[in-house]
Protein backbone atom coordinates (compact mmCIF):
# COMPACT_ATOMS: atom_id res chain seq x y z
CA UNK A 1 0.00 0.00 0.00
CA UNK A 2 1.44 3.53 -0.99
CA UNK A 3 0.14 6.54 0.59
CA UNK A 4 -2.42 8.38 -1.68
CA UNK A 5 -0.04 11.60 -1.04
CA UNK A 6 3.24 9.84 -1.09
CA UNK A 7 5.36 10.11 -4.27
CA UNK A 8 6.87 7.69 -6.24
CA UNK A 9 9.07 7.75 -9.32
CA UNK A 10 8.26 6.75 -12.42
CA UNK A 11 11.43 4.28 -12.98
CA UNK A 12 11.48 3.03 -9.41
CA UNK A 13 10.88 -0.06 -8.72
CA UNK A 14 8.19 -1.52 -5.72
CA UNK A 15 7.26 -4.92 -5.67
CA UNK A 16 6.01 -7.15 -3.18
CA UNK A 17 4.60 -6.34 0.48
CA UNK A 18 5.68 -3.06 0.60
CA UNK A 19 3.75 -0.04 2.84
CA UNK A 20 5.16 3.68 2.05
CA UNK A 21 3.65 6.43 3.99
CA UNK A 22 2.19 9.46 4.16
CA UNK A 23 4.53 12.47 2.45
CA UNK A 24 7.01 9.78 2.15
CA UNK A 25 9.14 9.88 -1.53
CA UNK A 26 11.00 7.06 -3.57
CA UNK A 27 13.30 8.57 -5.82
CA UNK A 28 14.72 7.77 -9.45
CA UNK A 29 15.89 4.30 -10.08
CA UNK A 30 15.52 2.69 -6.48
CA UNK A 31 14.40 -0.58 -5.96
CA UNK A 32 12.08 -1.65 -2.80
CA UNK A 33 11.67 -5.49 -2.75
CA UNK A 34 9.25 -6.58 -0.12
CA UNK A 35 8.99 -10.00 -2.27
CA UNK A 36 9.76 -12.99 0.46
CA UNK A 37 9.23 -10.54 3.79
CA UNK A 38 7.57 -7.26 4.11
CA UNK A 39 8.89 -3.47 3.73
CA UNK A 40 7.66 -0.78 6.22
CA UNK A 41 8.45 2.91 5.35
CA UNK A 42 7.18 5.56 7.63
CA UNK A 43 5.54 9.24 7.24
CA UNK A 44 7.81 11.74 5.53
CA UNK A 45 10.82 9.52 4.48
CA UNK A 46 12.53 9.66 1.72
CA UNK A 47 14.34 7.09 -0.39
CA UNK A 48 16.82 9.00 -2.48
CA UNK A 49 18.09 7.65 -6.36
CA UNK A 50 19.50 4.34 -6.72
CA UNK A 51 19.22 3.20 -3.21
CA UNK A 52 17.83 -0.88 -3.20
CA UNK A 53 16.24 -2.31 -0.11
CA UNK A 54 15.34 -5.69 0.80
CA UNK A 55 14.95 -8.13 2.97
CA UNK A 56 15.21 -12.03 4.13
CA UNK A 57 13.17 -15.21 3.66
CA UNK A 58 12.19 -17.33 5.82
CA UNK A 59 14.65 -20.34 5.92
CA UNK A 60 16.21 -22.90 8.67
CA UNK A 61 19.19 -20.16 8.68
CA UNK A 62 17.08 -17.44 9.57
CA UNK A 63 13.20 -18.39 10.81
CA UNK A 64 10.70 -16.31 9.66
CA UNK A 65 13.21 -14.04 8.13
CA UNK A 66 14.05 -10.26 8.28
CA UNK A 67 11.76 -7.32 7.38
CA UNK A 68 13.16 -3.64 6.53
CA UNK A 69 11.60 -1.25 8.81
CA UNK A 70 11.97 2.53 8.52
CA UNK A 71 10.44 4.97 10.94
CA UNK A 72 9.16 8.57 10.50
CA UNK A 73 11.41 11.32 8.61
CA UNK A 74 14.56 9.30 7.63
CA UNK A 75 16.22 10.41 4.69
CA UNK A 76 18.27 7.40 3.14
CA UNK A 77 21.10 8.70 0.94
CA UNK A 78 21.48 7.93 -2.91
CA UNK A 79 22.85 4.38 -3.49
CA UNK A 80 22.40 2.68 -0.14
CA UNK A 81 21.63 -0.32 0.49
CA UNK A 82 19.67 -1.33 3.36
CA UNK A 83 18.86 -5.04 3.93
CA UNK A 84 17.10 -6.27 6.46
CA UNK A 85 17.31 -4.05 9.06
CA UNK A 86 15.66 -1.63 11.18
CA UNK A 87 15.83 2.22 10.92
CA UNK A 88 14.53 4.36 13.87
CA UNK A 89 12.48 7.50 13.30
CA UNK A 90 14.64 10.68 12.62
CA UNK A 91 17.90 9.07 11.17
CA UNK A 92 19.65 10.37 8.23
CA UNK A 93 21.35 7.04 6.24
CA UNK A 94 24.36 8.84 4.02
CA UNK A 95 25.01 8.12 0.22
CA UNK A 96 26.37 4.32 -0.64
CA UNK A 97 26.10 3.23 2.76
CA UNK A 98 25.39 -0.44 3.71
CA UNK A 99 23.24 -1.94 6.51
CA UNK A 100 22.91 -5.36 6.83
CA UNK A 101 20.45 -7.76 8.21
CA UNK A 102 19.43 -7.20 11.75
CA UNK A 103 21.36 -3.94 12.68
CA UNK A 104 19.16 -1.40 14.28
CA UNK A 105 19.61 2.28 14.21
CA UNK A 106 18.44 3.95 16.86
CA UNK A 107 16.61 7.31 16.92
CA UNK A 108 18.57 10.68 15.50
CA UNK A 109 21.39 8.20 14.09
CA UNK A 110 23.78 9.77 11.74
CA UNK A 111 25.49 7.30 9.12
CA UNK A 112 28.48 9.26 7.55
CA UNK A 113 28.80 8.21 3.79
CA UNK A 114 30.16 5.36 2.21
CA UNK A 115 29.73 3.39 5.99
CA UNK A 116 28.83 0.08 6.84
CA UNK A 117 26.55 -1.29 9.18
CA UNK A 118 27.49 -5.31 10.56
CA UNK A 119 24.18 -7.92 10.85
CA UNK A 120 23.20 -8.09 14.21
CA UNK A 121 24.85 -4.74 15.36
CA UNK A 122 22.61 -1.36 17.60
CA UNK A 123 23.69 1.84 16.60
CA UNK A 124 22.80 4.31 19.00
CA UNK A 125 21.09 7.46 18.21
CA UNK A 126 22.35 11.31 18.80
CA UNK A 127 25.97 10.08 17.46
CA UNK A 128 27.52 10.45 14.37
CA UNK A 129 28.83 7.27 12.86
CA UNK A 130 31.28 6.50 10.36
CA UNK A 131 33.59 3.67 8.65
CA UNK A 132 33.36 0.03 7.24
CA UNK A 133 32.61 -0.99 9.93
CA UNK A 134 30.85 1.73 11.47
CA UNK A 135 32.04 3.16 14.84
CA UNK A 136 30.63 6.26 16.50
CA UNK A 137 33.24 9.01 16.47
CA UNK A 138 31.03 11.41 18.18
CA UNK A 139 27.93 13.51 19.52
CA UNK A 140 25.95 15.12 17.12
CA UNK A 141 25.79 18.79 17.18
CA UNK A 142 22.86 20.95 17.33
CA UNK A 143 23.36 21.55 13.76
CA UNK A 144 23.56 18.58 12.38
CA UNK A 145 20.89 17.66 14.71
CA UNK A 146 18.65 20.28 12.97
CA UNK A 147 19.92 19.56 9.35
CA UNK A 148 18.43 16.23 10.03
CA UNK A 149 14.66 17.26 10.43
CA UNK A 150 15.61 19.90 7.60
CA UNK A 151 16.45 17.18 5.35
CA UNK A 152 13.20 15.01 5.41
CA UNK A 153 11.39 18.05 4.96
CA UNK A 154 12.86 19.33 2.47
CA UNK A 155 12.50 16.46 0.92
CA UNK A 156 8.54 16.55 1.44
CA UNK A 157 8.45 19.21 -0.18
CA UNK A 158 10.84 18.65 -3.52
CA UNK A 159 8.28 15.40 -3.92
CA UNK A 160 5.44 17.86 -3.76
CA UNK A 161 6.84 20.12 -6.25
CA UNK A 162 7.87 16.65 -8.90
CA UNK A 163 4.17 15.21 -7.65
CA UNK A 164 2.18 18.19 -8.42
CA UNK A 165 3.67 18.50 -12.10
CA UNK A 166 2.43 15.21 -13.32
Partial sequence: MI??????????????????????????????????????????????????????????????GRPLILGDSVTVGHSAILHGCEIADGCFIGMGCTILDGAVLEPKTLLGAGSLVASGKTLGGGCLWLGRPARCVRPLTDKELAYMDYSADHYQRLAQRHWGSR
Fill in 3 to 64: ADDAWVDDTAVVIGDVRIGSHSSIWPMSVIRGDVQKIRIGVKSNIQDGCILHVSHDSRFLPD
